[in-house]
């Protein structure tokens, strides 16, 4: 004759057996990745610099508005068409302003930036061009 014990018993091992399954699948997910948002906010001035050639060379400053995922983050601007960028630091509010490069009217701008914890945002393309108040996005 059966106990009491032994009938708990199938039912002890099935609870056990669905733990460790969560527990693996858990595991086999691996960490959650959450996504940073790309730069938004995104505005170009241009100004003209004359070497001691004389030749004027187009110049482009690149602004980000405050984002706080940015906060202390390093922005990357690359021209495509030039195959060149800048780099610059986030201020403690996630706004930027990074050194001026050389561009022509309607290169197309990747940015992105990486956060102090080293995670990359999702890349935006800009326009270059002095749109108000800010820069359109690339066509697709």
């Known amino acids: 004759m059966r106990t009491r014990h032994d ?3 199938p039912h002890r091992l099935g609870k056990l057996l669905a733990a460790v399954g969560v527990l693996f699948t858990l595991w086999a997910c691996g960490p959650v990745y959450i996504p940073v948002p790309p730069p938004s906010q995104i505005s170009f001035t241009s100004e003209d610099l004359v070497d001691a050639t004389g030749t004027t060379h187009h110049l482009w400053i690149t602004a980000g508005g405050p984002d706080p995922a940015a906060a202390g983050a390093t922005f990357f601007v690359f021209d495509r ?6 780099i610059a ?17 309607g290169d197309h701008v990747d940015l992105y930036y990486r956060d102090p914890r080293g995670r990359s945002s999702g890349t935006t393309c800009r326009l270059l061009g002095p749109d108000t108040p800010y820069a359109p996005l690339c066509p697709p």
């Open 7 to 9: 009938r708990r018993e």
């Open 89 to 105: 630091g986030a201020n403690p509010d996630g706004s930027f302003v990074a050194p001026p490069f050389e561009g022509t009217l």
């Open 81 to 86: 068409e030039r195959n060149a960028g800048v």
